[in-house]
């Protein structure tokens, strides 16, 4: 069963279209404002989302904006306003198709079933996709060698990304750094894992929100590091 989000601060909107969704076989959630959209957006896993451009907190054009760096998930724009610059805009940022209130349920629908159904050939044609691991808002793209905080890229060496991908791989495991450094650098450690504690830090930089109460990469004093999940 196909999942979709929709966000739209029109309660009375987003319940008949869920409504709708659900009656053609859909599973639908909803949230009612831009902060909450795109946190379940980026963090969770929709097969296609319904976005309103006006939307308290952060508007509809910056989730498209944000969840089309990360994610290939079909994003059907709904907006009050009929200038063409809007449209434009939004199927600028990565929008799929754009839809203008009012309009009626069963078009809403048949354009979700044509885009899922587009998407689902465009992935089952051969077309792989890439290798990500997603934990709370980190996405590190195994493919492409790439790493994202809440949408936002940042910029890894090649050894830091390496830690944090073999880190991430092993959740709630505890490894030593002796065990990082050889499993890493690919060598036995020889007065050397100090480097460990380095790419540690700057990663915890890069990822962390407060490097001083890490949420993804634990100390465990005396013994190692562990990812928490």
Same mark, same amino acid.
């Given at each position: 069963?196909? *999942? =979709?989000?929709?966000?739209?601060?029109?309660?009375?909107?987003?319940?008949?279209?869920?409504?709708?969704?659900?009656?053609? +076989?859909?599973?639908?959630?909803?949230?009612?404002?831009?902060?909450? @959209?795109?946190?379940?957006?980026?963090?969770?896993?929709?097969? %296609?989302?319904?976005?309103? %451009?006006?939307?308290? @907190?952060?508007?509809? !054009?910056?989730?498209?904006?944000?969840?089309?760096?990360?994610?290939?998930?079909?994003?059907?724009?709904?907006?009050?306003?009929?200038?063409?610059?809007?449209?434009?805009?939004?199927? @600028?940022?990565?929008?799929?198709?754009? =839809?203008?209130?009012?309009?009626?349920?069963?078009?809403?629908?048949? #354009?979700?079933?044509?885009?899922?159904?587009?998407?689902?050939?465009? =992935? +089952?044609?051969?077309?792989?996709?890439?290798?990500? =691991?997603?934990? #709370?808002?980190?996405?590190?793209?195994?493919?492409?060698? #790439?790493?994202?905080?809440? +949408?936002?890229?940042?910029? !890894?060496?090649?050894?830091?990304?390496?830690?944090?991908?073999? %880190?991430?791989?092993?959740?709630?495991?505890?490894?030593?750094?002796?065990? %990082?450094?050889?499993?890493?650098?690919?060598?036995?450690?020889?007065?050397?894992?100090?480097?460990?504690?380095?790419?540690?830090?700057?990663?915890?930089?890069?990822?962390?929100?407060?490097?001083?109460?890490?949420?993804?990469?634990?100390?465990?004093? @005396?013994? +190692?590091?562990?990812? *928490?999940?």
């Amino acid at each position: 069963m196909s *999942k =979709i989000l929709i966000i739209e601060d029109e309660e009375s909107i987003a319940e008949l279209e869920k409504d709708y969704l659900e009656l053609s +076989g859909f599973s639908v959630e909803i949230e009612n404002n831009g902060d909450g @959209g795109l946190t379940r957006a980026l963090e969770e896993k929709f097969d %296609l989302l319904i976005l309103d %451009l006006m939307l308290p @907190g952060v508007d509809g !054009f910056e989730i498209c904006k944000r969840v089309r760096k990360v994610k290939n998930t079909p994003i059907l724009m709904v907006s009050a306003k009929k200038e063409d610059i809007d449209k434009i805009r939004g199927l @600028g940022l990565g929008a799929d198709d754009y =839809i203008t209130k009012p309009f009626s349920p069963s078009e809403l629908v048949a #354009r979700v079933k044509a885009h899922l159904a587009r998407y689902e050939r465009l =992935i +089952g044609s051969g077309i792989q996709e890439n290798e990500i =691991i997603e934990i #709370r808002g980190l996405k590190i793209d195994k493919t492409a060698r #790439r790493v994202y905080i809440n +949408g936002e890229e940042k910029t !890894f060496t090649t050894k830091e990304f390496d830690l944090l991908t073999f %880190l991430a791989q092993n959740p709630n495991h505890v490894f030593t750094k002796e065990e %990082l450094f050889s499993r890493i650098w690919d060598m036995e450690s020889v007065g050397d894992i100090a480097t460990v504690t380095v790419h540690i830090k700057k990663i915890r930089e890069k990822i962390e929100f407060n490097t001083s109460k890490p949420q993804y990469i634990e100390t465990i004093w @005396g013994v +190692g590091y562990r990812f *928490k999940v």
